[in-house]
């Protein structure tokens, strides 16, 4: 019977995760940076797990995720805000 190997976790994927999951709270500009950060964080999790034969694929995908959707929020909202100004001049 073989015995599992216990691979570390990559640190890059937590942090990745957490500033993703924070950058979806509204937080004015400050979401914004720590959307981009969240994305930054997850792909060099991402190299780091590949290179380095590390645990934490999903962490990285879901930091990533949430920091897209963070961006595709704000992109959103400035678009909507911009057309209601525009409508009324």
Same mark, same amino acid.
């Given at each position: 019977?073989?015995?599992?190997?216990?691979?570390?976790?990559?640190?890059?994927?937590? +942090?990745?995760?957490?500033?993703?999951?924070?950058?979806?709270?509204?937080?004015?500009?400050?979401?914004?940076?720590?959307?981009?950060? +969240?994305?930054?964080?997850?792909?060099?999790?991402?190299?780091?797990?590949?290179?380095?034969?590390?645990?934490? +694929?999903?962490?990285?995908?879901?930091?990533?995720?949430?920091?897209?959707?963070?961006?595709?929020?704000?992109?959103?909202?400035?678009?909507?805000?911009?057309?209601?100004?525009?409508?009324?001049?």
């Amino acid at each position: 019977m073989e015995q599992q190997q216990n691979k570390p976790t990559s640190g890059f994927a937590i +942090a990745g995760m957490i500033c993703g999951i924070v950058s979806l709270i509204p937080m004015g500009l400050l979401s914004i940076a720590v959307a981009i950060v +969240a994305i930054v964080l997850s792909a060099i999790a991402k190299g780091d797990i590949r290179n380095n034969n590390k645990n934490g +694929a999903g962490f990285a995908t879901a930091g990533m995720v949430c920091g897209i959707i963070a961006i595709a929020l704000w992109v959103l909202l400035i678009v909507v805000i911009g057309g209601a100004l525009l409508s009324f001049s």
